[in-house]
């Protein structure tokens, strides 16, 4: 009897892994040319990860990536070796990832590459999880958003700076009614990327945390190594971003609410941005919305603009149809 006993605790044991095991999600990436990639793989194969981490794991990884941005490229060997020793697979192609995976984060560091690589994501209807930029401009994000909303299938994107917690809580009004805010962060420029987009974004997710969508005109001043940016929103409330390019390197802000000036959140790490992603995983539901990811961009376009035109203010909306009309005729060339 005590062989039987012992037998079927056994068996229990091996149903109970079998089962535990076919229920880890299997999360691939593309692109190992950011320090995103490492750090979300370190949070998800750990030994012993977060209790919201857990149940996911990184089974496999396309390791391109820039080929033109050295500061990228030069990143992926490493980048690979150390995949490799946390148990990731590194596989050839997009193609080949997609039939080990059960959803993706697009990490390529190069926006320039996100509307191609996120093709053949979308048509295999896996969701998706695209890093910050979803793009090198506005005309490839709004693709990329029609291209999803096409083929159905869950997108999101969002820098690491959104979910911190001092910004998510003043995003959920703990401290009153934002009467208005002032973000900053690094803003140095990639030649391939409009300004911004490569690294100020950080602080204008801040701000956009912080404000919500509903701006609707932008301008901006520049100088050699600052630029500020100042959005004036439908509501007659004012945003401003302020992108640094000497000094070091500080990210976060300042919310003027109704119970006074609130300190925003800077960087901390790549954690609370991971748990958003395993919730999306799990639910499809997207934590920032396609509309505010499009203002946002748009916010940085109309930005460029008024700088071309040595600061004059930009309509929000003017700049946005333009980018749409250029996206349209991008994706009817893709199409044909």
């Keep these: 009897m005590k062989t039987k006993s012992l037998v079927m605790i056994c068996l229990m044991c091996i149903v109970s892994f079998v089962m535990q095991a076919q229920e880890v999600i299997k999360v691939g990436i593309i692109g190992l040319d950011t320090s995103h990639a490492p750090a979300f ?17 990184v089974v496999a990884a396309y390791p391109y990536g820039s080929k033109t941005i050295e500061n990228s490229y030069k990143r992926i060997p490493e980048y690979t070796e150390r995949a490799k020793k946390n148990g990731v697979e590194i596989v050839s192609s997009i193609t080949e990832l997609l039939k080990k995976v059960d959803c993706v984060m697009l990490e390529t560091n190069d926006g320039t ?28 994000a709004i693709a990329i958003f029609k291209l999803a909303d096409q083929y159905n299938v869950p997108i999101f994107s969002s820098s690491a700076l959104r979910f911190v917690p001092k910004n998510v809580e003043l995003r959920n009004g703990n401290y009153g009614k934002v009467l208005g805010a002032d973000a900053y962060s690094p803003a ?8 911004f987009s490569w690294y100020g974004i950080h602080g204008v997710e801040i701000l956009y945390t912080i404000m919500g969508t509903g701006c609707k005109e932008v301008s901006r001043m520049h100088s050699e ?45 790549y954690a609370c941005l991971l748990t958003e992603i395993l919730k999306f995983f799990k639910t499809k539901v997207v934590p920032v919305s396609e509309a505010e990811t499009l203002e946002l961009f748009t916010f940085m376009a109309a930005s460029n603009e008024s700088r071309r035109l040595g600061g004059k203010p930009v309509s929000m909306e003017q700049t946005f149809e333009k980018a749409q009309k250029k996206a349209l005729k991008k994706l009817n060339k893709l199409n044909k």
């Design 41 to 57: 793989i370190g949070l998800l194969n750990s030994d012993d990860p977060k209790p919201e981490h857990q149940g996911f794991r």
């Design 113 to 140: 590459l996100h509307l191609e690589q996120a093709i053949e994501v979308l048509e295999s209807g896996k969701p998706m999880f695209i890093d910050k930029p979803i793009a090198a401009d506005l005309v490839d």
């Design 188 to 195: 140095p420029c990639e030649p391939s990327h409009p300004d």
């Design 225 to 269: 190594g600052t630029d500020v940016v100042t959005g004036l929103w439908e509501d007659g409330r004012i945003g401003t971003f302020r992108g640094n390019r000497t000094g070091k390197h500080i990210y976060g802000g300042t919310a003027i609410c109704d119970s006074g000036a609130v300190i925003a959140g800077g960087y901390e790490g």
